[in-house]
């Protein structure tokens, strides 16, 4: 079975399509007006009349200018008027006055409507009432003005980040940080602070943002810069952000970022710290009396094993050669004698302080050395440059044993520059982290050390002083002892300048 197309005349449809579009015309809930070329109105709709206030028959042959409140500034208008008659639309908004003569803010589409020739005949003038989305607008601008400005000068540093851990919006005192930091950006450090002391912990945490929760809470790191050392409690806090995205709208996925809090701490840190410093310098000073003991003690007894040895061997070949002389009598007893002498010192030398192994940072540790030293060092004419990493990763350490040994290096090293008429005198201490180990260089300017004796000044009471003032030569070996108990290395390196350059490198500890 075939079916046949109902067929109406052309001029019929074109009827049809004129009447509907002359009812879309008027039904349309946005004002909408036809003019001639220079403007003066032909037509409007009855959303006009609404907008403006101007029924048709009031408005029709009147220009367009009827509208203007005379407040656009003319700029505007000649450009509108380059482009329509230019054949091209324009948009914009402009200040209009209604019938009543209350102001509204149009925004105007214009678009030219040319003939079969190509000229310009009329305009079709599209228009709505913004006046309240403005104010919106306005006011949520200056929200955001005034957010900005109480973010900015809110005296902690602070920044927002998205999921890739980059700084998308950041204020004033994190700009200050980021310059006191050589332009290292502080988020970055901050969580490679937080990281290297929570461990695994925080990973997880960074995982799984959960909104309202802390990443981290008033967790404390510091910062060490040539300029000084700054102390800041850090948090991070989940936060979301309404997603403005065209794809989500209806499928809402709100973004998730991290809330850095970094509040400052320095002021409140140094007081403590001049406390713990004058406790450091009063066990420290007893940790070497005890030190000088056992050095003494110990250089006491090296030096009286020299002569037993002698009598030892000396009384063994006269046994063997069998005679029973008084002289072989009295070399036994006084080898016995000796001997108990020998015993007796060794059970005077003093143990070293029983201490547990913790979570240390040698930057900390360096300043600290650094700071117990100062005194010396002002006194004997010294320069410090000190180079920390600005973070570094924790050692599982024995503090006080790491402190004592950085200071003998820092104390040899004031020594060597301190002889008289020595005139360079610079001390420079860098750190630097890596993953698996932390390398801290001490270096001065003063003679150096001969190569010839570069492993020889790690034997015990070997000194290049010897011979001179009260130094046993025990300082090097010692702190070689701290490094290899820390699975370190102390080695003493060759450098194109004069003087001594110690490299003490130490491993990381591992965490799960
Ligand atoms: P005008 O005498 O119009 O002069 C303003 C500037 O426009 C001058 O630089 C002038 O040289 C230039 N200009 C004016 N007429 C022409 C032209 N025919 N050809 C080239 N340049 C010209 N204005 C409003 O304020 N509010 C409205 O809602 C609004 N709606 C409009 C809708 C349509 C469809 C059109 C075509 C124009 C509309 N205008 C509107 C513009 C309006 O016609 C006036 O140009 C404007 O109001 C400024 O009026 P005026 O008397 O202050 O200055």
Known sequence: MTTLKPT????????????????????????ISITDAAANILYVNPAFTRVTGYAAD??????????????????????????ITGGQ???????????????????????????????ITNYLGIQ????????????VGDQKALIESVVDSAPVVLALLDNNFRVVLDNHEYKKLMTDLRAVEPATVILEAVRANLGSSLGSSLAAPRVGRYAFHDHEIRFDSRGGTR??????????????????????QDDIFLLL?????????????????????????????????????SAAVFKIEGPINIMASVLATLERRGTGSPAGSALAGALYAGRDAIDSLRSAIPEHTSESRTAVNLNEILRDVLDLTTTRMLAAGITVHWQPQ???????????????????LVDNAIEAMNAKGWRERELRVVTRGHPDRVEVVIEDSGPGIPPGLRYKVFEPFFSTRMGGGKHLGTGLSSAQQVAADHDGVIDIDSTERRGCRVRVVLPVSRRG
């Open 231 to 252: 102390w800041f409690s850090c948090s991070g806090l989940w936060v979301q952000r309404k997603d403005g995205k065209v794809e989500t709208f209806f499928d809402r």
């Open 58 to 83: 009031e408005i029709i042959g009147a220009n367009q200018s009827l509208l203007s409140n005379k407040s656009t500034p003319e700029s505007i208008y000649q450009a509108m008027w380059a482009a």
């Open 261 to 297: 809090v970094a509040k400052e701490t320095t002021r409140q840190r140094t007081e403590q710290e001049k406390t713990r410093l004058a406790h450091l310098q009063a066990m420290m000073a007893e940790e070497s009396r005890i030190d000088g003991l056992r050095e003494t003690l």
């Open 390 to 408: 600005s973070v570094l990763p924790s050692l599982n350490a024995y503090p006080n044993r790491m402190r004592m040994m950085f200071k003998a």
């Open 8 to 31: 109406l005349p052309t001029e019929h449809l074109a009827g049809i399509a004129s009447t509907v579009f002359q009812q879309a015309v008027e039904q349309a809930d946005i004002a």
């Open 89 to 119: 639309p324009w948009s914009g908004r402009l200040v209009n006055r209604r019938k009543d003569g209350s102001k509204y803010l149009a925004d105007l589409l214009i678009t030219p409507v040319v003939d079969a020739a190509g000229a």
């Open 128 to 139: 709505r009432d913004v006046t309240d989305l403005h104010r919106l607008e306005c006011e």
